[in-house]
Nanobody
Framework: QVQLVESGGGLVQAGGSLRLSCSAS????????MGWFRQAPGKGRDFVAL???????YYAESVKGRFTISRDNAKNTVYLQMINLKPEDTAVYYC??????????????????WGQGTQVTVSS
């Protein structure tokens, strides 16, 4: 059974930091593009960051310079380090895998495996 499990969310004050983890199991993800998306209440699911199987990264403009995505293929785990968090970063954060195109898609429709999400709340 293929699973992506996020962890590391929580409540933090503005300016604080969190590191999210996404642990994958059930298949090898080392050749997949891995992405992070987020969904705020009443809004759609937005792209945050991705890392290709060649470790190329791409970020949404709103998080550039504050968020860093990385992966450890030996552990089948992807990370999202978040610093200088802002209240507008509050959302449920989802990890996802693109095993088909393995490109640099920012569209959720191109990702075929998803985690259950982890809540990040940033207080002002």
């Amino acid at each position: 059974q293929v699973q992506l499990v996020e962890s590391g969310g929580g409540l933090v004050q503005a300016g604080g930091s969190l590191r999210l983890s996404c642990s994958a199991s059930g298949r090898t993800f080392s050749r997949d593009t891995m992405g992070w998306f987020r969904q705020a209440p009443g809004k759609g699911r937005d792209f945050v960051a991705l890392i290709s199987w060649m470790d190329r990264t791409y970020y949404a403009e709103s998080v550039k310079g504050r968020f860093t995505i990385s992966r450890d293929n030996a552990k089948n785990t992807v990370y999202l380090q978040m610093i200088n968090l802002k209240p507008e970063d509050t959302a449920v954060y989802y990890c996802a895998s693109d095993s088909r195109t393995r490109g640099r898609s920012v569209y959720s429709r191109d990702y075929d495996y998803w985690g259950q999400g982890t809540q990040v709340t940033v207080s002002s």
